[in-house]
């Protein structure tokens, strides 16, 4: 990275910083409803290389060439920006999510100029793991450590979420800045997003003879085309008709009397199902594993999916298929990961099952025509933090 830096910028860097992405093993489209989520990090990471500028210019220049971490207009190429100049959605591509960053610190009054940034990432694009949020967070820790703001990783997380639903227009929680930022190794992070609260759960899915498998279906999908902002929108809708704040404020034994006054709106029945039954499995979930009996977390995965499936309505043939054929090769449980319409799917399998099933996923998607998916193993990983 620092060679990298020094080719593109003719100097060496002040430092190099990392984000990783994430994967969610449940609470999914809660975040905006103030609900549960729990998420980890992965070992994939975007690094950035920065230094500070005096004058104002913010150069941003990517080592690949397309998707959420890289220019738009090409491999090797520059975006350079005026930071007085910025403003909501007058940047676009990739270069939205890191100068959104600058932007939403400016506007908190942070005493934030410019900089020369270059990144490099192995956070799948498009794949459901939050590259976009890797990216903003990475970018915010070294404007942090640059400008020696003294900045808590939560802050600069809810920095980073303002960027992207302000600056760059997608109407996300705060889930995926919170576990780029706030995520520990070899455990998964259980958030609260009504009130930030932090619980940092062990997950040693190794020492006790299982794993947890990432499909990456390599569907790609943009959360930034509607279908995300309509799903919002109707979980809000629903939380007006319901005289509540957020869905959050829906018990699970109120649902039956909650969806019997949104009779006239089954779109908005739908998602206060989803979102009311996933806040009680983030619940199930953190109970079996407080318990010690993480297998049994594998039915509340599947019972997820299919709320994603049929109430929200986000999946897609790809993600059902990764999900039904690992199912029917032994799995323990799998649901499909992150804002939908593509990405990836989540599988928890027993170690020695893991290759079987990997290798029945992978046949599955031959016979469908469907591009051959990435499958790894998610290792609960560190959240941002100072490289060198």
């Not at 509607?226 to 704040?245: D, F, K, N, S, T």
């Not at 009311?276 to 297998?295: F, K, M, P, S, Y």
Request: net charge negative.
């Amino acid at each position: 990275m620092a060679g990298a830096f020094r080719a593109a910028y003719g100097t060496g860097p002040a430092g190099i910083w990392a984000a990783p992405g994430r994967v969610n093993l449940i609470g999914e489209h809660t975040d905006y409803n103030d609900g549960f989520v729990m998420p980890l990090a992965l070992p994939h990471t975007t690094l950035v290389a920065a230094r500070p500028r005096t004058d104002g210019v913010l150069r941003l220049r990517s080592a690949h060439p397309a998707g959420a971490s890289a220019p738009v207009r090409g491999k090797g190429r520059t975006v350079e920006l005026a930071v007085e100049d910025l403003r909501p959605a007058a940047v676009g591509g990739w270069a939205g999510y890191p100068a959104g960053v600058v932007w939403a610190m400016r506007q908190a009054k942070l005493p934030v100029g410019g900089a020369d940034l270059h990144y490099d990432s192995t956070v799948p694009v498009g794949a459901g793991l939050s590259s976009s949020a890797a990216l903003e967070v990475a970018t915010a820790f070294a404007l942090n450590d640059l400008y020696g703001l003294g900045l808590a990783p939560q802050s600069l997380a809810q920095l980073a979420q303002r960027a992207e639903n302000a600056f760059v227009g997608v109407p996300c929680g705060i889930m995926d800045q919170t576990a780029a930022a706030c995520c520990t190794q070899g455990h998964a992070l259980f958030l609260d997003t009504r009130d930030l609260t932090r619980r940092q759960v062990p997950f040693d899915l190794a020492g006790e003879g299982l794993r947890l498998l990432v499909v990456d279906t390599r569907v790609k999908h943009e959360l930034g085309d509607g279908a995300y902002a309509a799903r919002r929108a109707g979980c809000e809708r629903g939380a007006r008709a319901l005289g509540v704040h957020a869905l959050r404020d829906v018990g699970y034994t109120q649902l039956p009397a909650a969806l019997a006054r949104l009779d006239g709106d089954p779109v908005a029945q739908r998602y206060v199902r989803h979102v009311v039954t996933e806040n009680r499995r983030v619940q199930d979930v953190i109970e079996h594993l407080d318990a010690g009996d993480t297998r049994a977390i594998g039915p509340v995965l599947s019972a997820g999916h299919a709320s994603l499936r049929d109430d929200f309505e986000i999946s897609c043939a790809e993600l059902d298929l990764a999900v039904d054929s690992a199912l029917a090769a032994g799995a323990l449980g799998a649901r499909m990961t992150g804002g939908g319409f593509g990405g990836s799917a989540i599988v928890l399998v027993e170690e020695a099952d893991a290759e079987a099933v990997g290798k029945a996923v992978t046949e599955s998607f031959a016979a469908a025509g469907h591009t051959a998916p990435r499958i790894f193993t998610a290792v609960p990983g560190q959240g941002a933090h100072r490289v060198e």
